[in-house]
C-alpha cells in the first residue's frame, strides 16, 4: 500500500482530519494506528479499505494505492472492523451475519460454513450460528463483527479498536484469535487501539497521528515509543512504562449540583433485590421452525446502593447486565421485580420511585450517559447540545452558557463548539455526552462506559470530571471495564453469572447478588434460544414466495366481490380454512391493525353511501377482511432474510440489491428499539414535559425526526460495513454471490398456491352462482 499527501476534509468542516498523509506499507506487515481522540486514525482506515467516499462527503485530496489501484474506484482485498459493531450487523442470525462476507466473495456453500464456524471459534464467541444477532450484549457484538471479518480471509485486516469494549479476559482472546488468523494468512494488518500495551509483542511497525491529523512518528516499536521518552505522551497516547495520567481536576462550580442530595454519604438512590427480564420483541416476520430470542434473566436480585460524594463501579464481563443496572439507578426503567427508590431528599415532593418522575424532575436530579453515546445527541452544534436540559428546566441562560463552555473547555472540545455533534469521532461524542449530561447540575450522574475511546489526555479530563463531581456532592455511577477507573471508584458492584460481590475500594466483600446478562465469559453458559413448536399449520411449512403469492391471490380475487352475500359466504370460507392453513395458535396482534382497517372501511362506505345503506358499510368490511387479514398473517410468516434467499435464488433477480434491500428491512426490525432510547435520552435530559396534545404532537414529531437522522445516518455506516466486507467488490471483480442457505420450492408451497387460487376464485365462482 502506498499513501501520497492524503488529505481529507469533511463536508462542514473547516479543517481536515488528515493532513498529507504519506507512508508505505509492505505485504504482510502488522501496523499498530495511535494518536489521540479525533486524530483521524478511523478515517485513515476507511480510506484503506477504499469507503471513505461511500457515504461521506467531503474534500479528498492525495492518492491511494493497494497493490497499485485506488480502492475507492477499484475496491480493496480488505476486511473492516468498524469502531460501532452494531453498524456492521445485516443478518438476524449468527451465522449469516458471519457469512455475508463469504457469499460476497463467491465461496461454495460448504466453504462458507466451515468458514463461519471456524471465525466464530477463533474469537471465543459463545453461542451458535442459530443465535439471534439481537439478543447479544456490546462486546459479544464487537467479538461477533470481528468474526464476520475474519470468515473472509482477507489479505487486508483493518481493525477499529476491537477489544475496547471487552473485558480483559475476552480481550485477551479476541487478540489471540487476530493473531492466530494474522499468521495463517499472512494477510496485511493495520489496527487502532488507545491502550497500546497487550499488542505491542506482535507487531511491527507503530503509526501515530498527532492532533492534526498528520503522522508525527513511524518505525519499530523501540523508535516510536520506547526510544522517545515522553514524546508519546504530549500527544496523548498510551504508550508503555508511563505512569497512569492524573486526572485532571475542575472548578467546583462546574459539578455542583442544583438540588440537594444529601449529606455526603447519604444514599440517594437504592436498588433492593431488583430482577429484569428482557422478552423478546415482537418484529414484522414470525419465521417459522427458526430460533427466537428466548425471555432473557438480565439482572436476579441486585442490591444496590448510591451514595453522594462517592463513585460506584458497576463492573463485570462484557454482557453481565451493567448497561441494565445503570438504567434501573438513573429511573430510565422499572424492574421486573424488586424496587429502585429514591433518598428522602431526592425523592423531595416527586415521590420515592425515580422511573414514574416526570421528566422535568428527572432531569433536574440524573444526568445519564448511554453506551452508545451519538443516541444522546439532542441539538445541532456542540453549545446548545450541552446546553439543551438547563433550557428545557429554564435555568438562567447567562449561568447556563458559562458554565457549559467550561465543560466543553474541560473536556478538549472547544475547537468544535459550533461543529455538528454528528461529526465528531467517536471519543469525542462520549465526551460531549458527559459534558451534556453535567452541564445542568443533577445530583446524581450516571455513566455508561464514559472513557471508552479516550486517550491520555482526555481519560484525564474525564475522570477528572468524575472525580470533581465526587467532590461536589454529586453521586456517581460508572459501568466500566477500565481498571485505572475502577481503581478511583469508593465502592464497586460485581456482576458475574449467578452471583456477585459488593465491594469498598480495597475489595473487601460486603455481600450483593447478581446474575449476568447472556455473559461474554467462555465459561459461562449461553441463554438458548427458544425453538418455535413444531408448525402445525401449512404456512408455517411453506417458503416466502408461496406466502406472498398468495397474498396477492386474495387480493385480486377480493376485487370480484360486490354482494354482501357473496362476501359473507368468501370470509366464512376463511374462517373454516383457517385452521388448516395457520394452525390452532390463539389469534396474532399484528391483526389489530387489519381489524382496524376493516372498521374504517365499513364504517366510511356506511357513511358515504346513497341513504347511509348499511349493507354497503358491511360488504365493503367484508371485502377488505378477505384479502387484508390473512393477508397479514401470510404476510407475517415470512422471513425477511429467507425472502431475499428466495427472490435472488429462484426468482434471479440482481443477487446485491435483494441484499441491500433484506439488509434494510433487518435494520427496519431495530427501529423500535431505536425509539426506546431516543425516549430514554429525550426523558432524562428533559425534552419530554408536558401531557397537553400539542406537547405530545410537538414530541413526536421530534423524536420522530430524531430516529429518522439517527437511521439515516446509521444505514450509511451499515453501507461502509458491507462495503468493507466485499458487497460490491465481487460484482466488479466478476464474481457471482453464492448464498449460504438453499432456498427450496416445497410441495408445501405448492399446496398453499393451490389453496390460495382456490380461494380467491370463490368469490367469482359465487358471484356468477347468485346472480
Not at 444477532?133 to 468474526?147: I, K, T
Request: proline letters at 7%; a neutral charge.
Amino acid at each position: 500500500m502506498e499513501v501520497h499527501e492524503l488529505t481529507w476534509r469533511p463536508f462542514g468542516r473547516a479543517t481536515p482530519v488528515l493532513h498529507d498523509v504519506t507512508l508505505q506499507i509492505e505485504e504482510g506487515q502488522r501496523i499498530l494506528l495511535a494518536g489521540p481522540s479525533g486524530s483521524g486514525k478511523s478515517t485513515l482506515l476507511r480510506a484503506l479499505a477504499g469507503v471513505l467516499t461511500t457515504t461521506d462527503a467531503g474534500d479528498l485530496a492525495g492518492s491511494i494505492g493497494v497493490d497499485g489501484r485506488d480502492p475507492h474506484l477499484h475496491g480493496a482485498p480488505a476486511g473492516l472492523l468498524v469502531q460501532d459493531p452494531a453498524d456492521a450487523m445485516v443478518a438476524p442470525r449468527v451465522g449469516r451475519e458471519v457469512a455475508f462476507g463469504p457469499e460476497n466473495a463467491g465461496l461454495p456453500l460448504e466453504q462458507i460454513w466451515t468458514a463461519v464456524q471456524q471465525a466464530l471459534d477463533a474469537v471465543g464467541f459463545p453461542y451458535g450460528p442459530d443465535h439471534p444477532v439481537d439478543a447479544v450484549s456490546g462486546g459479544e457484538a464487537q467479538r461477533l463483527a470481528l468474526a464476520g471479518v475474519l470468515a473472509l480471509a482477507p489479505r487486508l485486516v483493518l481493525l477499529d479498536e476491537p477489544t475496547s469494549m471487552l473485558d480483559r479476559s475476552a480481550a485477551d482472546t479476541v487478540r489471540a484469535a487476530i493473531w492466530v488468523a494474522g499468521r495463517a494468512s499472512g494477510a496485511t494488518m493495520v489496527l487502532v487501539e488507545h491502550q497500546l500495551d497487550p499488542w505491542l509483542d506482535e507487531v511491527d511497525r507503530v503509526i501515530i497521528l498527532d492532533a492534526d491529523g498528520r503522522i508525527s512518528a513511524d518505525g519499530t516499536v523501540a523508535e516510536t515509543l520506547l526510544e522517545r521518552g515522553a514524546a508519546p505522551a504530549l500527544q496523548g497516547v498510551w504508550a508503555p512504562g508511563l505512569p497512569a495520567p492524573v486526572p485532571r481536576g475542575l472548578p467546583p462550580e462546574l459539578c455542583l449540583p442544583a438540588l440537594p442530595g444529601g449529606p455526603v454519604g447519604s444514599v440517594v438512590i437504592r436498588a433492593d433485590a431488583v430482577g429484569v427480564v428482557r422478552r423478546p420483541r415482537a418484529g414484522l416476520a414470525s419465521p417459522g421452525g427458526q430460533a427466537v430470542p428466548a425471555s432473557v434473566q438480565a439482572l436476579s436480585r441486585v442490591d444496590a446502593s448510591v451514595r453522594s460524594g462517592e463513585v460506584l463501579a458497576i463492573v463485570g464481563v462484557s454482557g453481565a447486565g451493567k448497561s441494565t443496572l445503570t438504567a434501573l439507578l438513573a429511573g430510565l426503567e422499572l424492574p421486573t421485580s424488586g424496587t429502585v427508590s429514591a433518598g428522602r431528599e431526592l425523592a423531595a415532593g416527586v415521590g420515592p420511585h425515580p422511573a414514574r418522575w416526570s421528566s422535568t424532575d428527572l432531569a433536574r436530579r440524573v444526568g445519564w450517559v448511554p453506551q452508545h453515546a451519538e443516541l444522546a445527541v439532542v441539538a445541532r452544534t456542540v453549545l446548545n447540545d450541552v446546553l439543551s436540559t438547563s433550557r428545557a428546566l429554564g435555568l438562567d441562560e447567562k449561568a447556563s452558557t458559562q458554565r457549559a463552555d467550561g465543560l466543553i473547555e474541560a473536556l478538549g472540545l472547544s475547537a468544535l463548539r459550533d461543529a455538528d455533534p454528528h461529526e465528531l469521532s467517536g471519543g469525542e461524542l462520549r465526551r460531549l455526552a458527559l459534558a451534556g449530561a453535567l452541564a445542568h447540575g443533577p445530583s446524581v450522574l450516571v455513566l455508561d462506559e464514559p472513557t471508552v475511546g479516550q486517550d491520555r489526555d482526555t481519560w484525564a479530563a474525564v475522570t477528572g470530571l468524575i472525580l470533581s463531581a465526587r467532590a461536589a456532592g454529586v453521586a456517581v455511577v460508572v459501568a466500566t471495564h477500565d481498571p485505572l477507573l475502577i481503581a478511583l471508584a469508593d465502592r464497586r458492584i460485581h456482576l458475574e453469572h449467578g452471583r456477585g460481590a459488593l465491594t469498598d475500594a480495597a475489595a473487601t466483600p460486603v455481600g450483593a447478588s447478581a446474575v449476568a446478562e447472556g455473559s461474554g465469559d467462555a465459561d459461562t453458559p449461553a441463554p438458548v434460544p427458544r425453538r418455535r413448536p413444531r408448525p402445525t399449520g401449512l404456512a408455517r411449512r411453506c417458503g416466502p414466495l408461496s406466502l406472498l403469492g398468495s397474498s396477492l391471490l386474495l387480493i385480486v380475487g377480493g376485487l370480484a366481490i360486490t354482494d354482501v352475500r357473496v362476501a359473507a359466504a368468501c370470509v366464512a370460507v376463511e374462517l373454516l380454512l383457517a385452521p388448516l392453513v395457520f394452525g390452532w395458535a390463539r389469534p396474532s396482534v399484528r391483526l389489530i391493525p387489519g381489524l382496524l382497517a376493516v372498521a374504517s372501511v365499513g364504517f366510511s362506505n356506511w357513511l358515504l353511501s346513497t341513504g347511509q345503506d348499511p349493507l354497503a358499510g358491511v360488504t365493503a368490511g367484508l371485502r377488505v377482511a378477505f384479502f387484508v387479514l390473512p393477508g397479514v398473517l401470510l404476510a407475517g410468516s415470512a422471513d425477511p432474510f429467507a425472502l431475499g434467499d428466495h427472490l435472488a435464488q429462484r426468482l434471479r433477480l440482481p443477487a446485491r440489491p435483494v441484499v441491500a434491500a433484506v439488509a434494510a428491512l433487518q435494520r427496519f426490525e431495530g427501529l423500535g428499539r431505536q425509539w426506546d432510547q431516543l425516549r430514554r435520552i429525550r426523558r432524562v435530559r428533559g425534552l419530554d414535559a408536558g401531557r397537553g396534545p400539542s406537547t405530545r404532537s410537538r414530541q413526536a414529531a421530534a423524536m420522530t425526526f430524531a430516529l429518522l437522522v439517527q437511521s439515516l445516518r446509521q444505514a450509511g455506516r451499515m453501507a461502509v460495513a458491507m462495503e468493507a466486507r466485499g458487497f460490491s467488490a465481487g460484482r466488479s471483480a466478476g464474481v457471482r454471490r453464492t448464498w449460504a442457505e438453499p432456498a427450496p420450492w416445497l410441495p408445501a408451497d405448492s399446496a398453499l398456491l393451490a389453496l390460495g387460487l382456490i380461494v380467491a376464485g370463490t368469490p367469482i365462482l359465487l358471484q356468477a352462482a347468485w346472480p
